[in-house]
């Protein structure tokens, strides 16, 4: 059990950085203030705005050439 926590935290400190760490608490931050609004709205605009991350950060940082 111990050997899989390590690989994990190996894992984890390869290939998360601190704005991945800003991206997702900043995002919980959100959906939890849309929660207090409008329920489904703390599902909506989280997901828009991972759902833009993910289409448009290949285009930040220079891969929009590829494919």
Not at 9 to 25: F, G, H, P, Q, T
């Amino acid at each position: 059990m111990r050997k899989a926590f390590a690989a994990i935290a190996v894992w984890a400190r390869a290939n998360i950085d601190a704005r991945d760490v800003m991206l997702v608490s900043g995002l919980v931050l959100l959906a939890v203030g849309l929660w207090q609004v409008w329920p489904p709205a703390a599902f909506i605009v989280p997901g828009a705005i991972v759902s833009a991350v993910a289409i448009f950060a290949g285009r930040i940082n220079g891969s929009a050439g590829e494919g």
